[in-house]
């Protein structure tokens, strides 16, 4: 248990479909993070969130749209999605983005398919 | 940019020591370096993270020689539970505000 719970652990969507990921972190820290996992590939970082502010979009397409309404809560909104979207979506925290001795802690993650 | 390199996997039997070297030859002054441990199906996990010389936690130690270009994580006795993906993280990548992961050292440890 890391403190940073991730629901749901599985999810499975059609390409019309809009669902939402949801993270929650019990640490008190100010950054939350996005990742993308698709088997066989590097973590790639989606999106940072810096005290609520989105400090970073690494070239995520629009079908994808984070939301932080507080420095707890970290959600990932997917509408129109296509099957290569299918990987495992990580959250992770820490204490605060930019650190060069910051420890992040993950999430167990949501293993979403895409059919 | 990938600004570490380790070996695609290693093999290794249960009770042996096991060393990952990643090489960071672009390392900065302020960077630091940590390694992650990653199950199938989790999160990465924090192992341990150094700065110079050597750093020893309770399931691992991390050798870090004066230069700093390279590091190297040592798991003494190893077990079937420590077959994982270790990753090797140098810093924050400023210009791209993010860590960088990269492929990882997948471990078997063998019975």
């Known amino acids: 248990e890391t403190g940073v719970t991730q629901t749901p652990r599985h999810l499975v969507m059609g390409m019309t479909n809009k669902k939402s990921l949801k993270c929650e972190q019990h640490l008190g820290h100010n950054a939350m993070y996005w990742y993308k996992q698709s088997a066989k590939k590097p973590l790639e970082l989606m999106f940072v969130y810096n005290f609520k502010e989105q400090t970073e979009n690494n070239s995520v397409p629009s079908r994808f749209s984070p939301e932080c309404p507080n420095s707890s809560h970290l959600f990932l909104h997917l509408h129109t999605l296509q099957p290569e979207d299918s990987a495992l979506y990580l959250c992770?925290?820490?204490?605060?983005?930019?650190?060069?001795?910051?420890?992040?802690?993950f999430g167990p993650g949501t293993r979403l398919t895409v059919l | 940019l990938a600004k570490t390199t380790q070996p695609i996997s290693m093999d290794s039997y249960e009770g042996q020591e096991v060393n990952i070297t990643c090489s960071h030859n672009?390392?900065?002054?302020?960077?630091?370096i940590t390694w992650y441990q990653q199950f199938p199906s989790q999160g990465p996990r924090f192992i341990i993270q150094?700065?110079?010389t050597k750093v020893t936690n309770e399931v691992a130690s991390l050798f870090i020689p004066a230069d700093r270009k390279s590091s190297t994580l040592s798991l003494p006795r190893v077990s079937l539970s420590d077959t994982a993906v270790y990753y090797c993280?140098?810093?924050?990548?400023?210009?791209?505000?993010?860590?960088?992961f990269g492929s990882g050292t997948k471990l078997n440890v063998k019975p």
């Open positions: 150094g700065y110079k």
């Open positions: 672009n390392i900065a002054t302020n960077d630091y």
């Open positions: 992770a925290s820490s204490q605060a983005a930019g650190a060069g001795d910051d420890e992040q802690f």
């Open positions: 993280l140098v810093g924050w990548e400023y210009n791209f505000n993010k860590f960088y």
